[in-house]
């Protein structure tokens, strides 16, 4: 059989990442190249002087030894990036264009949707020069760029839906521009993959994708980049890392902090990221007078990561939607216990974890007291936490878009129409 | 001379409210009423009334015709008093089969608990107790006794004996028997006369476990199929040791099992040498063997040991820590303390908390409450930190050390090692 290439459009990835994503695409990515599949991959890519915050270094010599390719377009867009946030660097990027040289000429677009436009045109000149047989993207910034590159070469398309708007907004003031692109790419795929059962049915619910359309292929964790630090410590400590955003839940992390605290003050609170509701948080802690115990620690990536991971006793990940959710599954690399809420995808698929409703904080604070001082309950979530996450290989994810990528491909060749 | 022996053992737990840490010092109030409540009347109208009904229609059946079919039972103390307070109808309906003269009630311990693991004392204590709530309901004075599970080596039927019981029921496991038939009475290496009665297993289990599965060879079970493996044993008895609530509630009605059962003795006497016999009737017979049984027989999962219950370090540090307790608890002499400790010493939220087949998803999962055996665990050492706090304020009220007054104001943190804390405080 000849080997399957695939055109994939994603947001971010390693070295340039700020999140879930970038670590779902590089395991992906990964787990397929093991696999024999040809990827190519295609991210928008900023000017030197406004990706610094971005640029974390990620073992990008590693990139090299399989046969991935990596293809950068110019462009302002980054993950996660609302409509304000993008014309705040926009303006940003025509300041710095003023102190450069009079002449030149505006690259990017004015807002975030010409230039996810923009980006999709780019996308359609790339596809009519590579080789591919499948196209494949992650979430809606790169829907516009599947559906051109289909609608160019009528090459099979796959979207990948790792989280919807929904998600991002937890239901509150829904972009419509967004969600009308998230359709899009979803009526015009072969295929959507959703990264949960959780995921599923809310593609089926909110935009209305028949479920025999719909593949649920859960996300996985690393494990050939495994770390080795020792931290010392005295304290019991509390790990949050994420984005500091709604739909992250800090502010539960930071109440429930709050009542464990009145109840054991020998803990610590890290908070890991940063997000628009970072001042918020702050401001809250103070508020509730725990400033001394709960650190706010900025975003971190990397080996970083992992040092936090192996400060904590525990990790909570109170997400209020998550669609699939990778940092539980890397804190149990690191052996640290679990506490999830159950309004994510990882719950479906984890079961050595404490699961706990994102809006309950008395049993959140009741679940982190416990696991802190009963230590056969600590010894036993990470004995066999630990154990299971080692099952969460890339492979298996991987193997399950091959199924896929020979599905709609069989499916296009007899001329078969998708469900 | 087929003989069977039917033993059937009824249990139901007190099963626990969610018990948060912040419920500790402002709630003393464990168990869950209103779900105890509707699992017993489900129960109840599932198994135990109708089961009880079609065993009574039997007796009197089989009491005209000069045969009698007889069964035995043992319930536990945690079980009779749920039916008293939430199926009295269930009671009666068993002290109806008590007053036909054609059942036999065996001993075991009150709570349904692994005391004879932990404490001799309290495994006598829960015992007795059990003797008279049996006495009191049932008029008769067990002198075959079933530890929990059938928890079971050599030791404890030395034990046994030294309490007086004339037999005790074990697992008939492979690994004890080797050879050997079940259907024999033995005794233990270590006793004078106390007879040992095993289970058939095999025998048991196609009722208990798969009477109703659709995948197994012998599908569908009828009663003139089973009758007739029965009727080719002609040891001591074929002993059928299951739980009572295979009928209607493992094996739903809809599987057959409640005809079966109406239509087994018919079956059976068909061979006009069948008998139905009490384990306290088999106990008069003298033993073909000796048993030598060193490790823990149970008749749990496929291990038939003590993993189910006692193994990982949640369900070790939940025992130790309830039985370090014990002395204190009892020396307090307050009863309400002393009946919620008691309460937690039922074997069942040790069970929640086995991790052993949780990945596989499980047996385990059907009879647990639990989502994990993390939360099981988690409820269940909360609610021993508050009754340990109860112990503290108790001890503080009564004076006993009245220098420690002040101690106690100490703010209560939860503790894995509670028993330890108060012993601290004591001293």
């Not at chain 1, 089926?204 to 028949?210: A, K, L, P, V």
């Amino acid at each position: 059989m000849n080997k399957l290439k695939v055109l994939m459009f994603g947001w971010e990835f390693p070295p340039f990442m700020s999140g879930g994503l970038g670590t779902a695409c590089y395991g992906l990515t990964k787990g397929l190249t093991n696999k024999n599949v040809d990827v190519t991959f295609v991210i928008p890519h900023g000017p030197e002087d406004m990706k610094a915050e971005f640029v974390k270094l990620l073992i990008a010599s590693n990139l090299s030894r399989y046969n991935l390719k990596i293809k950068r377009i110019d462009s302002l867009l980054k993950p996660y990036l609302t409509e304000t946030q993008y014309s705040t660097n926009y303006e940003q990027y025509i300041e710095t264009l003023k102190t450069k040289s009079e002449n030149s000429k505006v690259l990017y677009g004015r807002n975030i949707y010409d230039e996810v436009y923009r980006l999709s045109m780019a996308a359609k000149a790339i596809a009519m020069t590579e080789e591919f047989d499948v196209i494949h993207c992650h979430d809606w910034m790169a829907f516009p760029a599947g559906i051109e590159a289909k609608k160019a070469t009528g090459k099979p398309l796959i979207v990948q839906v790792h989280a919807t708007e929904f998600d991002r907004t937890g239901g509150n003031s829904v972009n419509q521009y967004v969600y009308d692109i998230e359709r899009q790419g979803m009526l015009q795929a072969d295929r959507v993959i959703a990264v949960s059962y959780f995921t599923k049915q809310k593609i089926m619910q909110h935009y209305g994708i028949s479920g025999d359309k719909i593949v649920v292929v859960h996300n996985a964790v690393d494990f050939t980049d495994e770390p080795n630090f020792n931290v010392k410590k005295n304290e019991k400590v509390v790990l949050y890392l994420g984005r500091l955003t709604l739909q992250k839940g800090p502010d539960y992390f930071i109440e429930a902090a709050k009542k464990v605290l009145d109840y054991d003050p020998e803990v610590k609170f890290i908070v890991v990221g940063n997000g628009d509701m970072e001042a918020r948080l702050v401001d809250r802690v103070a508020q509730l007078g725990i400033g001394s115990k709960v650190l706010f620690a900025g975003w971190a990536s990397g080996p970083d990561v992992d040092r936090m991971y192996k400060l904590a006793d525990l990790y909570v990940m109170p997400s209020v939607s998550e669609p699939f959710g990778i940092t539980p599954l890397e804190a149990l690399r690191n052996n640290v216990p679990v506490i999830i809420s159950k309004q994510s995808g990882v719950s479906e698929v984890l079961k050595n974890a404490l699961k706990v409703d994102f809006w309950d904080v008395d049993e959140l604070a009741n679940k982190i007291l416990t696991v802190l001082n009963y230590r056969g309950l600590h010894h036993e979530l990470l004995h066999h936490g630990a154990i299971e996450v080692r099952t969460f290989s890339w492979n298996v994810p991987a193997q399950k878009c091959i199924d896929i990528y020979n599905l709609v491909l069989h499916e296009h060749a007899h001329g078969e129409k998708a469900p | 001379m087929p003989n069977v022996c039917f033993y059937f053992q009824v249990h139901q737990p007190y099963r626990m409210k969610r018990y948060s840490v912040f419920n500790i010092g402002n709630t003393s109030d464990y168990f869950d009423e209103h779900k105890n409540k509707e699992v017993m009347q489900k129960v109840a109208k599932k198994c135990y009334l109708p089961t009880n009904k079609a065993i009574l229609d039997l007796i009197h059946t089989y009491k005209k015709s000069g045969r009698q079919f007889k069964v035995s039972y043992s319930i536990t103390g945690v079980a009779l008093e749920q039916f008293e307070k939430y199926a009295p109808e269930v009671l009666e309906s068993f002290k109806k089969l008590a007053d036909t003269g054609c059942v036999e009630f065996l001993s075991e311990t009150y709570y349904h608990s692994l005391s004879y693991l932990y404490s001799k004392e309290e495994f006598k204590a829960q015992i007795e107790l059990h003797r008279k709530k049996i006495k009191e309901l049932f008029g008769q004075e067990p002198v075959v006794f079933r530890n929990t599970e059938l928890i079971f080596n050599n030791e404890l039927a030395h034990f046994v004996e030294s309490l007086g019981f004339k037999a005790v029921l074990a697992e008939g496991a492979d690994h004890i028997l080797d050879w050997r038939s079940p259907n024999y009475v033995y005794k233990a290496k270590t006793t004078k006369n106390l007879k040992l009665l095993l289970k058939n297993y095999k025998l048991s289990d196609d009722i208990a476990f798969r009477f109703g599965q659709k995948s197994w060879k012998e599908y569908p079970l009828t009663a003139e199929k089973y009758a007739t493996w029965l009727n080719q044993h002609a040891e001591h008895s074929v002993n059928l040791f299951m739980d009572y609530e295979t009928f209607g509630e493992h094996q739903w009605e809809d599987t057959g099992i409640f005809n079966f059962l109406r239509h087994l003795p018919h079956e059976l006497f068909k061979n006009p040498h069948t008998h139905f016999v009490w384990p306290s009737e088999l106990a008069l017979n003298e033993p073909v063997a000796e048993l030598d049984i060193h490790n823990f027989v149970s008749w749990a999962d496929i291990e038939r040991d003590l993993s189910a219950w006692i193994g990982n370090n949640m369900q070790n540090s939940a025992l130790t820590e309830l039985y370090a307790l014990e002395k204190m608890v009892k020396e307090l002499n307050n009863k309400v303390l002393l009946e919620d400790w008691r309460k937690l010493t039922t074997s069942d939220h040790f069970y929640y908390m086995c991790t052993k087949y949780f990945n596989d998803g499980d047996v385990h999962k059907y009879f647990n409450p639990y989502d994990t055996p993390y939360e099981s665990y988690i409820n269940f050492m909360n609610i021993l930190n508050d009754l340990i706090l109860r112990m503290k304020k108790h001890i503080q009220e009564k004076s006993i050390v009245i220098e420690l007054k002040d101690k106690y104001h100490v703010q209560h943190r939860i503790t894995d090692r509670p028993a330890k804390m108060l012993n601290e405080v004591i001293r």
